[in-house]
């Protein structure tokens, strides 16, 4: 079983909707979660950490169930600037990365 | 700017052929990291740095060599490039240990002939 595992997508999606990632981890131990955003062909980016009682940025919402050991990406009225690989990434005293799912917004 | 500079960006070569990939980062991080990246497998750590003259394996270290003489450059040694190392490679770094947030430099493809 993988580490980090996350559905590679890709998720099509129009301009407006709605868009939800889950991404579940092994390592009952993890310490930390992160979203990353990259671009085909670039360097990952830090899109946002994810805390216990869930955080917000702007149109992003993420969550954390250390129950079930997951994490999910909530993108509310996706722009097409949104499209590109969302990576999960865990913390177990070095940074696990998924291998990301994709995301294509359409017009 | 905070940045972590690669260099090159782009280097086709031949097997056996020794090269460098130079990593530089003006943020005074502690940490530094090197991975690869290939499709379907994600980002893969090669080796990795706590601070100056603390080098450790990451996941896949076999074929790779690195040093930290400075805190400011990991660069990543292939003493003999074979093709399964053709790759997509970033440079990384962060404060404290190596489970914070990381800063990638813009990528370093790699094809080895």
């Known amino acids: 079983r993988k580490e980090v595992e996350q559905d590679p997508g890709p998720f099509n999606v129009p301009e407006g909707a709605t868009v939800a990632f889950n991404c579940t981890y092994s390592?009952?131990?993890?310490?930390?979660f992160f979203w990353y955003r990259q671009d085909c062909r670039k360097e990952p980016k830090l899109l946002m950490s994810v805390y216990s009682s869930g955080n917000e940025d702007g149109r992003f919402t993420a969550q954390l169930n250390r129950a079930s050991q997951y994490i999910s990406l909530l993108i509310r009225d996706s722009k097409l600037s949104d499209s590109a690989t969302y990576l999960c990434v865990v913390n177990q005293g070095k940074l696990i990365f998924g291998t990301g799912t994709r995301l294509q917004v359409f017009p | 700017e905070a940045q972590v500079t690669q260099n090159p960006r782009y280097l086709i070569t031949v097997t056996g052929k020794k090269l460098t990939v130079t990593c530089s980062q003006n943020m005074n991080h502690e940490y530094m990291s090197w991975y690869r990246q290939d499709p379907g497998l994600g980002l893969r750590q090669i080796y990795y740095?706590?601070?100056?003259?603390?080098?450790d394996k990451g996941d896949v270290p076999e074929g790779y060599k690195v040093s930290r003489k400075e805190k400011r450059n990991f660069p990543l040694i292939l003493e003999s490039p074979s093709p399964n190392q053709t790759s997509l490679y970033f440079c990384?770094?962060?404060?404290?240990?190596?489970?914070?947030?990381?800063?990638f430099g813009d990528g370093t493809r790699l094809s080895i002939l």
């Open positions: 390592n009952s131990a993890s310490q930390s």
């Open positions: 740095s706590m601070n100056v003259e603390v080098t």
């Open positions: 990384a770094s962060s404060l404290g240990k190596g489970g914070q947030p990381q800063h």
